[in-house]
């Protein structure tokens, strides 16, 4: 079946990294994706990670992938105040049209 | 900035009422996805619509219902609106070929936030 999980809030401290963790029920599934999406606005990929990766960094951010656990996270390095948003997860299919969304993790950010 | 746009930003609809909402895609783009993201949740995947012609449908029943222009802008409709079709709409444009389109080519405009009270 197609389901996407997150924990519902994270909260850090500034300066701090944040862990957003994820689990996936489709094996699968070919691409993984972090979106952030602020009040008010629509969703930004922050990035992606083909499935038959580990790991990908990309300045601040670095996505893992356990394949065998079905679990990606999202870390964010020094978080600062706007990074103050909900990140979702997803994921697709090569054969498929269509994105699986979590339903995403709001990240506070205490000074 | 992605160049997708939505119309309207906001609109209230009356239980039963039918709605159009629009999505004009990014320059070059010949797809279209729309996705109803309800309060805190996820968004679901409606359909896709790939050179006027329907390309992929989630779970949603047959009153909504899209449209694909020659210029690859696109309509959703929803008839006898019903008090769970609140939420925002997002539409993502992308360039495909009719298969499959990779998320991180698709660019997603701002949304139609729907009340229907």
């Known amino acids: 079946g197609e389901d996407v999980e997150q924990s519902l809030f994270l909260s850090v401290r500034e300066g701090d990294s944040s862990v957003i963790n994820c689990t996936y029920t489709d094996s699968s599934s070919t691409y993984l994706y972090w979106y952030k999406q602020e009040p008010g606005a629509g969703l930004q990929l922050l990035t992606y990670i083909f499935s038959n990766m580990d790991m990908k960094q990309d300045q601040r951010l670095t996505v893992l992938l356990n394949k065998k656990d079905k679990h990606l996270s999202l870390r964010i390095a020094d978080t600062q105040t706007g990074d103050s948003a909900i990140y979702f997860c997803?994921?697709?299919?090569?054969?498929?049209?269509?994105?699986?969304f979590g339903s995403g993790t709001r990240l506070s950010i205490r000074p | 900035e992605t160049g997708v746009t939505q119309s309207p930003t906001h609109l209230i609809k009356t239980r039963g009422q039918q709605v159009t909402l629009r999505c004009s895609s990014q320059?070059?783009?010949?797809?279209v996805s729309w996705y109803q993201q309800a309060l805190g949740q996820g968004p679901q995947f409606i359909f896709q619509y790939y050179r006027e012609e329907e390309n992929g449908r989630g779970n949603f029943p047959p009153r909504f219902s899209g449209l694909q222009f020659p210029n690859y802008s696109s309509e959703l409709n929803v008839n006898a609106l019903e008090l769970d079709d609140s939420a925002l709409y997002l539409c993502?444009?992308?360039?495909?070929?009719?298969?499959?389109?990779?998320?991180?080519?698709?660019?997603f405009g701002p949304g139609t936030r729907l009340t229907v009270t």
């Open positions: 997803a994921e697709s299919y090569s054969s498929a049209s269509k994105i699986i």
């Open positions: 993502a444009s992308s360039l495909g070929d009719g298969q499959f389109v990779p998320s991180y080519e698709q660019y």
């Open positions: 320059s070059g783009h010949n797809t």
